[in-house]
């Protein structure tokens, strides 16, 4: 076996760690912030809309 075909399984393995940590990192981003869509994320909104109009009277 020579030097290259030794050294491709352990590139291929390094690659796909690279590729999963960058999936997960994305993943998390994603499940930990909600979108504006949500009902909860709604009425946060709404209760800083009313908050902000009734400071400024």
């Known amino acids: 076996m020579s030097q290259e075909q030794a050294k491709f399984p352990y590139l291929t393995v390094g690659i796909s760690i690279l590729l999963g940590c960058l999936f997960l ?33």
Do not use: G, I
């Open 25 to 57: 990192v994305f993943f998390f981003l994603a499940v930990s912030n909600e979108p504006d869509y949500m009902p909860s994320q709604q009425k946060q909104n709404t209760a800083q809309m009313q908050q902000s109009t009734q400071a400024n009277k």
